[in-house]
């Protein structure tokens, strides 16, 4: 295939339009749901300090927001960027762009519906979605189909590289629906409560992780080559951060209950493969940095750029703190404490969001010939980074502060820890805590708000720009190449 630019969009044989439309339209259907979700994320948090205005608790707000972000926004954001790049790398046509909007259309309907049913009450409350069973057979077919695309695209290609970004979306396009499939699995009535809870546990840990940050991280290494024309510090970094990520990042959910009625070998084999998670993440960032060396100051005016490299920097932090809690003594505080939400709360809102930023503010110009707008795009990445990084601190520390308050208060006798008395031992500093994360809270919101407002305002109304079309090569130029 070939590049061609024009800023006419009827001007030239687009023989690609129909894949440019539905890339696009997945990312501001991504973005839609990011700011519905985060209304309901905002809401869960406002939940927790102030539960007795809310008519709907903080479990089904959680679930309701967990929906909407990690299938409304995250896989269908993802899987649109890995539409835009998988023809760009192959050299091939994007097959079958009709089953790409069947995608479309199916989880955007199936996200609509989970959220409703749990809402109305329908659901049956298992973590992280607490969607009813049947729910889960329609996703399980949605979420196999981007693989299918991937696979048939990838089948013609021309190219004869393997790109490194390959990888990448293969293994999270793959690992996404079984991953799902597992999680479906702890709905059968031959497993136990216990074997449900780690299967669930597993499978928020396993999204974020070899799906998120696996896809994130294989577009924006796509990205930063693209717009700076520049190579690839380490294709062996990159490698490692794959197989971290992929092989044991999961670990890392264990750890929320480690002291649950769990086999006791969990602590320690949790503890060990969970720091994949950050040695993964630190071998990406340490890629990118030393891809970037020499080049930061072309980074300073490209809002694409920084929000990736924000994403991968803040994924080192949180991966640094989950791993940390992994082991039994820091767990032992951590667990079943609101320190864990903080964590997923900045992974999918804060890692996630700048990720899928990168890749959706590089692509949409040139795909519907229509200029960024820089100024929401630069306040979109500061306020996101800005108030996940204040959740993180100021959740993850309210949590840390009861988990110590239960486990002090039970050793010493000082006070009841549970019931009314338990609260004595915080002597309010953990409301305050939990305050401030909610105040953070509302910052992440407003800039989901602005991320919303660049992606659908560059399409509605961003000044025309020269447009990347994507034209096949005639047959016989193709074998003439070959």
């Known amino acids: 295939m070939t590049d061609t630019k024009t800023a006419d969009n009827q001007t030239l044989p687009d023989q690609g339009a129909d894949a440019s439309r539905v890339t696009a339209t997945h990312f501001m259907v991504g973005a839609g749901f990011l700011i519905l979700g985060g209304e309901l994320l905002l809401l869960q948090l406002l939940s927790l300090y102030f539960d007795e205005l809310f008519p709907i608790s903080y479990g089904r707000l959680e679930a309701m927001a967990n929906i909407c972000l990690f299938i409304g926004f995250a896989a269908i954001s993802l899987i649109g960027g890995a539409y835009y790049v998988l023809p760009r790398l192959t050299g091939a046509r994007l097959w079958s762009a009709d089953l790409a909007w069947v995608g479309l259309f199916g989880m955007s309907a199936m996200t609509f519906v989970g959220v409703i049913a749990v809402g109305f009450g329908l659901g049956e409350g298992r973590a992280p979605f607490g969607t009813p069973w049947w729910f889960h057979i329609p996703m399980v077919f949605l979420l196999v189909l981007p693989l299918l695309i991937a696979l048939g695209t990838i089948r013609n290609?021309?190219?004869?590289?393997?790109?490194v970004t390959l990888w990448f979306l293969l293994g999270g396009l793959t690992w996404l629906p079984l991953l799902y499939l597992a999680y479906f699995s702890g709905d059968m009535p031959y497993f136990s409560s216990v074997a449900s809870e780690y299967i669930s546990v597993f499978f928020s840990a396993g999204f974020l992780t070899m799906f998120v940050i696996t896809v994130g991280t294989g577009l924006f290494y796509y990205t930063v080559v693209k717009e700076l024309d520049i190579p690839l510090a380490s294709r062996q970094l990159a490698v490692v951060g794959f197989w971290s990520l992929g092989f044991a990042g999961v670990w890392w959910g264990t750890a929320q209950v480690l002291f649950g009625p769990g086999p006791d070998w969990v602590s320690g084999v949790g503890a060990a493969l969970g720091l994949a998670f950050p040695i993964g993440a630190l071998a990406n960032a340490a890629n990118v940095s030393l891809t970037l060396d020499g080049s930061w100051d072309r980074t300073r005016d490209r809002p694409d750029l920084r929000a990736g490299v924000l994403g991968l920097y803040l994924a080192v932090g949180v991966a640094l703190l989950a791993a940390l809690a992994g082991f039994r003594t820091v767990a032992s505080v951590t667990s079943l404490t609101g320190f864990w939400e903080a964590i997923e709360y900045t992974t999918i809102a804060g890692v996630g969001a700048l990720l899928i930023a990168s890749s959706a503010f590089s692509s949409l110009p040139r795909l519907l010939g229509r200029q960024l707008i820089k100024?929401?795009?630069?306040?979109?990445?500061?306020?996101?980074?800005i108030g996940s990084v204040g959740v993180l601190v100021f959740l993850a520390a309210s949590g840390a502060l009861s988990g110590y308050s239960w486990v002090g208060g039970s050793n010493s006798a000082a006070y009841i820890d549970a019931g009314e008395g338990w609260a004595a031992g915080l002597d309010g500093v953990g409301d305050t805590l939990l305050l401030i994360a909610v105040i953070f809270g509302v910052i992440t919101f407003v800039g989901q708000l602005t991320y919303g407002a660049a992606v659908i305002g560059t399409a509605a109304t961003g000044k025309?720009?020269?447009?990347?079309?994507?034209v096949s090569k005639p047959a016989n130029e193709a074998e003439e190449d070959e």
């Open 157 to 163: 290609r021309t190219e004869d590289h393997s790109y």
């Open 375 to 385: 100024s929401r795009a630069r306040m979109s990445n500061r306020l996101t980074l």
């Open 464 to 470: 025309a720009v020269e447009q990347e079309v994507l």
